[in-house]
């Protein structure tokens, strides 16, 4: 396999805190990673790593079998879109201009070309956002600002997309249709890793488990093994209330007692 993104001994700390040590782990394309791990396991900071917000301190990362330190800002962001956690709400744009920022890697100078059009409407029509478009920014309840938000990413067209936390403040039918949009970028060949905290929803929809503890990948599952493996410690990460079992198609569930 040719790998999309391949992570390789990561360390970062805040303060002589240690987050991340030898975080370790490859993804190609066709892959939807869920990104888990307890508040402060090193999530959000291994993200803003990869897509070269902050630099590892140790380790490496290379984007597309090359290290990142060679691309250039805009080569990275033809490569790697990114949604944070968090963004300001007080943007003076509309969402449509919002949504337009994701294409400026592609764009000659500060000029949208019909294809930078195609792309927007597109992505804002994916995310159910379209109605919205001439609002600004601001003035959009929060589940409406992350679909604004996705959108952007999705307008990017990068070929590697990583989301922290994307179906924050999204209602549980909107939850569903960012997760599927997502899968469905995946099997057009893209690498989506995203970090969750809804267990049923990435072993709903990710092909993969990446389990982030003691500052390392502890575990690395496929979502189609969780039944099948032999080491169930990965679920005792999160909390010691929680079982697995099936749904009545047969697919993991994880149970709340």
């Not at 294809?115 to 600004?136: K, S, Y």
């Not at 169930?232 to 047969?250: D, H, Q």
């Amino acid at each position: 396999m040719s790998y999309l993104l391949e992570i390789e001994g990561v360390g970062f700390s805040y303060g002589g805190r240690s987050v991340l040590h030898s975080a370790t782990f490859r993804a190609g394309e066709g892959e939807f990673l869920a990104l888990l791990g307890m508040n402060g396991a090193g999530k959000s900071t291994l993200l803003d790593i990869v897509s070269g917000f902050r630099r590892p301190e140790t380790g490496s990362v290379a984007i597309a079998g090359r290290n990142q330190r060679l691309w250039t800002l805009r080569e990275m962001s033809q490569q790697v879109s990114h949604l944070p956690q968090s963004i300001h709400s007080d943007l003076p744009f509309t969402a449509e201009q919002l949504v337009g920022m994701g294409r400026y890697p592609h764009t000659d100078r500060w000029f949208e070309s019909d294809e930078d059009h195609r792309f927007i409407q597109q992505a804002m029509q994916r995310t159910r956002c379209w109605a919205q478009r001439h609002r600004l920014f601001g003035s959009l309840s929060g589940g409406e600002r992350q679909r604004v938000l996705l959108a952007a990413c999705l307008a990017q067209n990068a070929s590697t997309l990583l989301l922290d936390e994307p179906s924050t403040f999204l209602d549980i039918e909107h939850q569903l249709h960012c997760f599927t949009l997502l899968r469905e970028e995946a099997r057009m060949g893209k690498l989506c890793v995203a970090v969750t905290h809804d267990l049923n929803l990435a072993l709903t929809y990710c092909t993969r488990l990446i389990v982030l503890a003691d500052g390392v990948v502890a575990h690395d599952i496929p979502t189609s093994q969780v039944h099948s493996d032999a080491d169930k410690g990965w679920l005792a990460l999160f909390s010691s209330r929680l079982s697995i079992g099936s749904t009545p198609a047969g697919t993991p569930w994880i149970w709340y007692r």
